[in-house]
């Protein structure tokens, strides 16, 4: 009964897992504070032509 549980939970919850992905975002720069020297290279990383996005 208790497997039974966890894969009936486990049904319900693997599809709403890509939605999830949709809405986060793993970013250095959302986490980062705004003044260091990282977040400042990031966010011009962003700006530049040609960059891949990982998204």
């Known amino acids: 009964?208790?497997?039974g549980l966890?894969?009936?939970l486990a049904a319900v919850m693997v599809?709403?897992?890509a939605k999830l992905s949709s809405v986060t975002t793993d970013r250095a720069v959302d986490t980062l504070p705004a003044g260091a020297e990282s977040t400042k290279v990031a966010v011009l990383e962003d700006s530049l032509p040609g960059v891949n996005q990982q998204n």
């Open 15 to 17: 599809p709403l897992s």
């Open 1 to 3: 009964m208790v497997i």
């Open 6 to 8: 966890w894969v009936a």
